[in-house]
């Protein structure tokens, strides 16, 4: 069964630490994977893709096929990071001509002063 | 980035009365369009995906009949929840892109209340 995985709810770190939002997923093929990041009374937004491999706002995420993982990183977390993170692969449906995305039960990020 | 808007941002209604809330993508044509609903501190559960001209396609266990979606146009998509019932109530959010593997930019989401 297709499944995306996000094992934690809930991530605490001070700011400077270093942050890792794991995800993992179950799905047929090669999916694409994104994560998205929805602010405090934000609409939903994208962070960042797997295929344009680009580091936005210093996070970062390897999409490692043996580990079916996509963990986000960030290597100095800011206050401004605290935020929820979504998961989000993207995968094929109706004989693999169309594609949906789905969500990951989310990470809520804190980033302590 | 490019704006999806969800109108309307508020609702409530009768039990058995049915609301459509649309979802307009403002600044570029959407192929395809996503509807969620999200529950109280929980996950966007994708109810249904629909291609521009095309019938949705509803995930497991969504009654297509209760949720009907229409995307008529590549830059209009509706969905009407008919005889609402107070279990309907929820948060359900729009998504839109141009196609497979672009950004998805998601409406503001809308909150339905059924007395």
């Known amino acids: 069964a297709q499944r995306v995985t996000q094992p934690e709810k809930l991530l605490s770190v001070f700011k400077g630490a270093p942050v890792e939002l794991k995800c993992n997923y179950s799905?047929?093929?090669?999916?694409?994977l994104f994560w998205y990041v929805q602010y405090s009374r934000q609409r939903l937004q994208l962070l960042l893709r797997?295929?344009s491999r680009e580091s936005i706002k210093g996070f970062t995420a390897d999409l490692n096929k043996g580990e079916t993982s996509f963990h986000l990183k960030k290597p100095f977390a800011q206050e401004e990071d605290s935020a929820m993170y979504y998961c989000a692969p993207e995968a094929p449906y109706s004989g693999g001509s169309n594609y949906k995305l789905t969500f990951g039960k989310g990470t809520l990020l804190t980033v302590n002063p | 980035g490019a704006v999806v808007s969800q109108h309307p941002s508020r609702v409530i209604c009768k039990s058995g009365t049915s609301v459509k809330i649309e979802c307009r993508s403002l600044d570029f044509q959407a192929t395809t369009m996503f509807w969620y609903r999200q529950f109280p501190k929980q996950s966007l559960m994708l109810m249904a995906t629909s291609n521009e001209g095309s019938k949705a396609t509803y995930e497991q266990g969504v009654e297509k009949d209760k949720f009907l979606i229409n995307h008529a146009s590549l830059t209009l998509s509706t969905l009407t929840v008919t005889s609402a019932h107070p279990e309907d109530s929820s948060f359900y959010i729009c998504?839109?892109?141009?196609?497979?593997?672009?950004?998805?930019?998601f409406g503001q989401g809308t909150r339905l209340t059924v007395v």
């Open positions: 998504s839109a892109r141009e196609g497979t593997g672009t950004e998805a930019f």
């Open positions: 799905y047929s093929g090669s999916p694409e």
């Open positions: 797997h295929i």
